[in-house]
């Protein structure tokens, strides 16, 4: 059946708009392809190293769950520093406060100058991580 | 053991869709929507066991896994039973009133007629309603085939480079809180207080717990898992859109809708980031999906089976995330809007009590997780970051450039939300509507404008946050808006091409759009 003029119209008005969207699909298909990391380059980020294995020796020093302190270096990477350590120590409550009776040292770049006043050194576990406790809790 | 934990999560998700909603002679997309629901329901109920788990003493976590799956097993038996006999006995009365005469007219041969037009339904449900030229069905198979191999390949790979997830919400709240509620044993609570603030202890828990349960299974805390939650999610969620959308447009209608999210590289990218928007979306998508498939089906137990199972799907979006909350309130004003405005029009009450009746359902399949979120807020969770004074928030309020503000970049941000290349896909879908559109009255669905009213209500929320966040209004914006209109990205596109492809298809068809459904539903229609 033959449509008429004006519907035939409308018709490829509808056509052009599918594969114009199809286009633009296309087009964006393209991206998720070219910018998806190369399966022969692929570098696994560091999460785990950061946190995980770097923590391992300290976490089987720590209790097995309650509250421990934290101190560790100053600049863009402390806020995710600290992060990734609680996310090593969980189920360990890790607070952002040297004022507990043990506390974690998380100093991944240089150690620390000075240990605040208040805190000794128990072990060093290396790479960075220390354990210290208040020295009023002896 | 993970392949056991998630066929046992598999089969919870599947059990409890089909004991409420047993559908016999369903077609393959109402198939493919059952299936696309099912693992994201088997993780909400995997979810809900682990939060529960304390409750049941000492039992060990597959024992209440088996029993559950005994339980709904025999649900599911019953059910399925009691629809067999519906659609057994009933059949012979409805032939005899509604099919033609057919030679002879016996029962049997009325029977074999009425058989003939329900499988008639069944391929008619899958194919396209219309008749599209052949070349546009196949280009756009192709290219949605090219579009979801790409972002296979793209989800894939990401997940290997980025085994914990990309970005910090990954492992600071939703894998921290899995781990809390894992390797806390007895003490797991303590991970849920203010001391760690940054990790948002009154975020629902749908997907911590959901994998903690996988991780229960394999002894230890492995990355696989909710790596694994959130593929199964990004990927149910393109599946649920392409099965309801050929299932209520059309196979060509279906494949735009698939092209459009398959397309979006902000969507897969984060889908494999292990934050729980995308498992938001896909739960706001399936709501919005069952309230549609509710409607088009012609049984009344089924219709309301359908609402029970969208208020199911709303009350796991609230145990996913807070924004959850937000949509599940939307969304019931949204329908008590609805209820009232049409129960102005009803002269008997059981005409009124009919009106009522579907969302009740649709309140009583929420009702169970919403007893499950309360308990969680009132005794768990620990008060949100989000509200300040009163009189801070109220002067935040009347400060007209915070409104300018959020304004400038809800605009901003729909025209280039989805990091789409070169042409932002909400442009594309603009495009698209007005070559499409055709000049006449707009389609005026009752139920697609409730749910065009729940997403608007939904931004307006989203909005008010905006306004009153005690956090600076820019670093808010720039880290949170995005992800926030992703969770509404897929309905939007569902509502998009349920509009659209009627009217776009139906052009195409040049007038010869085959009322396949609605004849055969009248001829089918129950007394």
Known sequence: ?138 | MLILACGLCAALGYLAIASIWPQKNSTLSALLIRLSLTPAFGLGIFSAIFWLMPLRGDAHVVAVDASLLGVLGFAYAVRRSHATKENTHPLSSRAKMNCPDSPGNSSQSRDLAFASHSLNQSFSSDGPDINAPEWIARVLMACFGMALIAALYQATVRVIAHPHGEGWDAFAIWNLHARFLFLGGAHWRGGFNSMIPWSHPDYPLLLPAAIAHLWSYLGHDDPLAPAMVGLIFTFSALALLVSSLAWLRGRNVAMLGGLALSSTPFFVEQGTSQYADVPLSFFILATFVLLHMARSQNHNNQNLAAMMLSGTAASFAAWTKNEGLLFLSALLVAQVWAAISSSRQQDSSSELAGKWRPFAYFVLGAAPLLCLIAWFKHTIAVRGDLLSSPSIMIQKILTPTRYWIILQWFAKELVRFGNWWIIPGTMAMLAFSLLSLRRRKPDSSPLLHLSILTLILTLAGYFAIYLITPRDLYWHLRFSLNRLFLQLWPSAIFLFFLFVGRQAFAEISNGAIAPKRETVKKFTRSP
């Open chain 1, 1 to 138: 059946m033959l449509a008429a003029p004006d519907q035939q119209a409308v018709t490829n008005k509808t056509k052009a708009g599918i594969l114009l969207f199809i286009f633009c699909c296309l087009l964006s298909t393209t991206r998720l392809v070219f910018e998806a990391p190369k399966p022969a380059h692929i570098q696994r980020d560091d999460i785990s190293t950061r946190s995980d294995q770097r923590f391992a020796a300290l976490k089987a020093n720590l209790p097995a769950n309650g509250v421990v302190g934290y101190i560790g270096e100053i600049g863009d990477s402390a806020t995710p520093d600290y992060y990734l350590t609680q996310y090593a120590l969980a189920p360990l409550v890790v607070d952002l406060s040297p004022n507990h009776s043990i506390v974690v040292g998380n100093f991944p770049f240089a150690p620390p100058a000075q240990i605040p006043q208040n805190l000794r050194l128990v072990k060093d576990f290396g790479k960075g991580v220390m354990l210290l406790s208040s020295k009023e809790a002896n």
